[in-house]
């Protein structure tokens, strides 16, 4: 198991505290101010709780609409193209586009290095550690228990501890006056501490304008804002908005509602499942409407799930020509399928897996082609192809679910359990996620069930009518 805890990060030492970088980092709130922005009197940066850490809190009840912070053009860090550093540029180019993060992360490195960096106060008062999966040990990553979530951890490690390699290949033959991290040695641990600041912290937000007048998106870290912890019930928002005085994009949180004295200033990071929150934020979050599973579409799967459901049928693994039509528009089918396939979050289950069942667990050709395909995708569709298709299709996916659910080698009490004895730091996280993805597929089972026996209903009124 991939993991680098093993490693020292860069001048800091290993650690699960939530102590800054250096232990009394200038006051940001002045250093804001001192620069052209601004930021409201009853603002003020405050410990939320063990878990959470620091945060922004108001001093006062705010009205909403008031502005909260303003940080004019030159305060948020960026990687851009206008920046004159070859050598910085060349490493970011070998950063695969998934991994985002790293290439802002090498700019942070490179401040963090540089003496007197315009960046210093703030880059100061940044986490010492972060507890996103590539610094849990590996015994905590294997108890996340989710394949999907392993493989993009591993993925990262990986990719670090090879990014590591060729940095130093790079920077073997640097003269020190040209070396871009100012003589220091940059490893696969202090690569994962600025790729983890940048992906917990960064904000996508329209850069610089492009030569047509346009302007892309671009991940920016942005002071003190970034101190604003996640609700999907936020009470203030990022605008951006061209300063008058400078004719340059300025950012902005602007209070969304009223504010209470005492509570936290919170934005929304995204509509966001827990693998993104833990391996980009991490943390977990309780009851995430956006959490789903991740399943492969598989025609021996789907018939050890319909044979547990007692409907059982030969098409999952041979379907017919007219089916096999139908999974290739699906994309569940053909040269370059996309087998990925996911249960819960808004859709409760992915649509294409719901069309895919209907589809072959109906024999009956012309009932089907009368259905375009995003009906077929409906899982509030009134039962397109009978009600009797809907029951099969519904007690299927509950045998799939049940089958997700036993590859998890720990029950939700026996997790539980352990989250009362104490377990804490990443241990705790990992119980946390496992937890939460086994309340999805329960979530999912109780919804199909509830399905089902409207759906029984149905049947059994039509047939006493």
């Keep these: 198991?991939?993991?680098?805890?093993?490693?020292?990060?860069?001048?800091?030492?290993a650690s699960a505290s939530a102590s800054r970088l250096v232990p009394h980092p200038p006051d940001l709130i002045k250093w804001v101010t001192r620069e052209g922005g601004f930021v409201h009197r009853a603002v003020k940066i405050a410990q939320l709780d063990s878990s959470n850490g620091l945060g922004l809190v108001a001093k006062e009840q705010i009205p909403p609409g008031t502005d909260l912070i303003v940080l004019p053009h030159h305060i948020p860090l960026r990687f851009t193209t206008l920046q004159h550093d070859p050598l910085l540029h060349r490493l970011a180019s070998q950063v695969p586009e998934e991994l985002w993060a790293m290439k802002l992360g090498l700019k942070l490195l490179q401040e963090r290095a540089k003496v007197g960096s315009f960046w210093w106060p703030y880059i100061s008062n940044l986490p010492e550690t972060y507890t996103v999966p590539i610094f849990f040990p590996g015994e905590d990553i294997k108890n996340l228990h989710y394949a999907p979530l392993l493989h993009q951890v591993n993925k990262r490690c990986r990719f670090l501890l090879d990014f590591e390699q060729e940095i130093k290949r790079a920077l073997v033959s640097v003269k020190p006056d040209s070396h871009p991290f100012g003589g220091h040695q940059v490893d696969a641990s202090s690569l994962g501490w600025a790729m983890s600041a940048v992906s917990s912290r960064a904000f996508r937000l329209y850069g610089e304008k492009e030569p047509n007048g346009d302007r892309i998106n671009i991940p920016m870290m942005l002071p003190l804002i970034d101190m604003c912890n996640h609700s999907f019930n936020p009470n203030a928002r990022i605008v951006q908005e061209e300063d008058t005085s400078t004719m340059k994009m300025q950012v902005k949180v602007v209070a969304e509602t009223a504010i209470k004295e005492d509570d936290p200033l919170l934005l929304c990071y995204g509509c966001l499942n827990n693998d993104f929150f833990l391996l980009d934020y991490g943390f977990v979050m309780h009851s995430n409407p956006f959490d789903c599973i991740e399943l492969k579409y598989d025609g021996a799967l789907l018939d050890a799930a319909s044979t547990a459901a007692g409907v059982s049928s030969p098409n999952f693994s041979t379907p017919a020509p007219w089916q096999e039509l139908i999974l290739s528009q699906l994309n569940l089918s053909g040269e370059t399928p996309d087998l990925k396939v996911s249960l819960g979050g808004q859709e409760t289950v992915e649509g294409r897996l719901v069309a895919a069942l209907r589809v072959l667990l109906s024999s009956n050709m012309e009932t089907v082609q009368k259905y375009d395909l995003s009906t077929l995708q409906s899982l509030d569709a009134d039962a397109p192809l009978g009600v009797e298709n809907d029951i099969a299709?519904?007690?299927?996916?509950?045998?799939?679910?049940?089958?997700?659910?036993?590859?998890?080698?720990?029950?939700?009490?026996?997790?539980?359990?352990?989250?009362?004895?104490?377990?804490?730091?990443?241990?705790?996280?990992?119980?946390?996620?496992?937890?939460?993805?086994?309340?999805?597929?329960i979530n999912v089972m109780k919804n199909l069930s509830r399905r089902v026996k409207l759906l029984s209903s149905k049947e059994t009124a039509t047939a006493d009518g």
Excluded: N, W
């Design 1 to 13: 198991m991939c993991s680098l805890t093993h490693l020292r990060p860069l001048t800091c030492a």
């Design 393 to 441: 299709v519904f007690r299927t996916l509950i045998a799939l679910c049940v089958i997700a659910l036993e590859h998890f080698p720990t029950k939700i009490m026996d997790d539980e359990s352990l989250l009362k004895q104490g377990a804490s730091g990443s241990t705790e996280l990992a119980i946390r996620y496992r937890i939460q993805k086994q309340c999805v597929i």
